[in-house]
């Protein structure tokens, strides 16, 4: 009886021995894994210029781009102006969009209902789409709204140049002197706009959040 009592013994712990090793060898089975994100942020950035150009509307030979003009007002001239956006390098996908307001609204209401302010705008309607036109009586102004045709598909290491707006504007000839002479002072701003394309679907879901 003592004997098999020894043996039960020595068998218990023979297990607690093993049982024993066994945990020994488990804490060293470990193992250790991380990941480190670098987060960055993006960045939409445009530029806005145009041809420098003589005031009877020519352009200037080897001048660099500016940002603004002066023009001297001739019945049945053409004048160059080409409002070009460019989105730089390392932007997201993005909308653009053009506003060009010009001020003394009243005096335009006033010319004959032949003449229509958007016709004396070469608009480049291949790239820019027409979408609407709203009229500020308080401060005087038209606002014309452009819609880049599609999403501008950026690149990491250069300049992405749009077509311009429109290439040139030409004042009619069916103006008269004194109707001409109203629009003295007259003034063309041009603002552009760009917004992220990731998140909407659409270009009116895009501006409809800039707007808000």
């Not at 607690?16 to 089975?29: D, G, K, Q």
């Not at 004048?79 to 390392?90: E, G, H, L, S």
């Amino acid at each position: 009886m003592k004997s098999k009592r020894k043996a039960l013994i020595m068998v218990l712990c023979a297990v607690l021995l093993v049982s024993t090793t066994m945990f020994a060898t488990i804490a060293y089975l470990t193992s250790k894994d991380e990941v480190n994100n670098t987060f960055t942020v993006g960045n939409v950035h445009i530029t806005l210029d145009e041809a420098k150009v003589n005031p009877d509307g020519t352009l200037v030979p080897n001048a660099d781009r500016v940002k603004e003009n002066e023009y001297k007002l001739i019945p049945g001239h053409e004048y160059i102006k080409d409002p070009t956006v460019t989105v730089k390098a390392n932007s997201e996908e993005c909308y653009v969009r053009a506003l060009v307001t010009l001020n003394k609204r009243e005096a335009l209401y006033s010319l004959p209902s032949d003449i229509k302010i958007e016709d004396c705008f070469v608009i480049n309607n291949e790239s820019w789409t027409y979408k609407n036109m709203t009229a500020d009586t308080e401060k005087d102004t038209y606002t014309y709204e452009f819609w880049y045709n599609s999403i501008v598909e950026t690149t990491r290491d250069k300049d992405t140049q749009l077509p311009a707006v429109f290439e040139k504007i030409i004042v009619p000839e069916s103006l008269t002197n004194a109707q001409l002479a109203t629009l003295t002072g007259l003034e063309i701003n041009v603002v552009a706009h760009a917004i992220q394309a990731d998140g909407f679907e659409r270009a009116e879901e895009a501006w409809t959040a800039f707007g808000n």
